[in-house]
């Protein structure tokens, strides 16, 4: 029996690993030593047995190891990250990123791709024309300085093992572990250099954790892997019972954020920016948290941050649109009111049409039109499924339709 067939079964048998074994599953992953096959059984095995802290500790660590660790010296303010676990239209970080930037905290930001049924906010600013997410460390950190904001995803230099075990999950259906979850996204935080984090667990329908209490688990298992590496963790759980703001896709949620640093945010979204914003200068140790944060983006200087972003990674955005060919509208079937029951359909389908011909399609997406509780007549659109292929919708239609309720 190889070394990783006995791991595999220790863990199956409830047995601990040692933080040695841990590393040497990380490290032999990453190195093709390990193959998928045996990689999606101990995932599995994780999975069903879960790993204690100690574990969890060092499959953190394992996963900093396999790329560098950032480190900042000599900034004048806090550095901070936020992070979610998670959702469906859940744009916050683009909004409260630069918000937080123009507040006078640095914030060096790695971000994943979509996962599963929710939405990656690195997806989202690569439909911005020119945007280029994958720089080096150096121009990461040079970014950070000058603007106050650099938002990336991972590269080989950034938890490399996080990014293939991360992908291997989203396809093996192992990613609501908590140790995993934790491990993941931990791991990119540690190593971004940060102080202090601002977590936004997601629960509900459409989040990977359906229930409060496993969201405050993984809150809780997160704050307590942060102390462990000196990063100060405040946590929020908040509702994802239903897609947050008026947009999920690729291109219509950056000019939806856009509309926010501008001052137009609908009331749920910019409620879970401003929650989020309010903890995170806490952490920072800054006074009348949401003046300061109304007042940069009345005064504009918190969209100046997003643009200077945008421009530096190579982006363009002086003519974002989200021109697509092709829509279908949901309406409503009976008079009442609305409830969606499987925000998850919604995720899935919109992930569905943003990809064309193995390609993104930028311009699709969903727009809501009304939100939970929300009385209806018959024939109201409730949502509007649009993208560059009808084909597409008319396969997302579907996932809508199952999305919702009206009693
Ligand atoms: N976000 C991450 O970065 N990792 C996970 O495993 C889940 C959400």
């Known amino acids: 029996m190889s070394d990783i067939q006995k791991l595999i079964n220790n863990k199956k048998n409830n047995k601990f690993h040692s933080s040695k074994e841990i590393n040497f599953i990380v490290k032999s992953y990453l190195n093709n030593k390990i193959n998928s096959d045996d990689m999606t059984l101990w995932l599995n095995a994780i999975f069903d047995n879960s790993m204690n802290i100690d574990e969890t500790v060092s499959y953190t660590s394992s996963i900093i190891k396999s790329g560098k660790k950032i480190t900042f010296n000599n ?3 806090y550095v901070i990250d936020k992070h979610s676990t998670g959702g469906i239209g859940d744009k916050v970080s683009l909004i409260l990123g630069p918000i937080l930037a ?14 599963g049924h929710t939405g990656g906010t690195l997806d989202k600013l690569e439909s911005i024309r020119g945007y280029n997410g994958l720089i080096g460390i150096d121009s990461f950190k040079k970014n950070v300085k000058n603007i106050g904001i ?12 996080d990014r293939k075990i991360y992908a291997l999950r989203d396809k093996t259906n192992t990613i609501a572990s908590l140790p995993l979850i934790c ?10 250099g940060i102080e202090g984090l601002v977590l936004d667990i997601k629960y509900g329908n459409g989040a990977f954790l359906e229930s409060k209490e496993e969201g405050v688990k993984l809150g809780k298992l997160l704050s307590l892997i942060g102390s462990k590496f000196d990063v100060n963790v405040k946590y929020l759980g908040t509702n994802m019972n239903q897609p947050l703001g008026n947009f999920a896709g690729l291109s219509c949620e950056i000019i939806e954020s856009i509309n926010c640093l501008k001052g137009k945010g609908t009331d749920d979204l910019m409620e879970v920016v401003f929650d989020l914003g309010q903890a995170a200068c806490a952490l920072a140790k800054i006074n009348n948290a949401k ?3 109304l ?20 982006g363009d955005i002086s003519n974002i ?27 899935e389908a919109v992930n569905f049409i943003n990809e064309l011909n193995g390609n993104k399609d930028n311009n699709a997406g969903a727009e809501f039109f009304k939100k939970s509780s929300d009385k209806i007549n018959k024939g109201d659109v409730i949502l ?6 009808m084909d597409n919708l008319r396969f997302a239609e579907k996932l809508a339709y199952e999305s919702f309720t009206i009693n």
């Open 102 to 115: 123009a507040c006078g905290c640095y914030v060096p930001m790695v971000v994943g791709r979509h996962l």
């Open 183 to 192: 491990g993941s996204i931990m791991s990119k935080k540690i190593s971004e």
């Open 75 to 77: 900034l004048d303010g």
């Open 150 to 161: 650099s938002i990336i995803g991972q590269t080989d230099e950034i938890c490399p093992a």
């Open 295 to 314: 007042n940069v983006i009345s005064s504009g200087k918190a969209y100046e941050v997003f643009e200077k972003m945008v421009y530096e990674h190579g």
């Open 291 to 293: 003046e300061k944060m």
């Open 321 to 347: 649109n989200c021109n697509y060919t092709d829509n279908i509208d949901i309406k409503a079937a009976e008079s009442g009111k609305l409830q969606f029951i499987n925000t998850k359909k919604i995720g």
């Open 384 to 389: 509007r499924l649009f993208s560059n292929n």
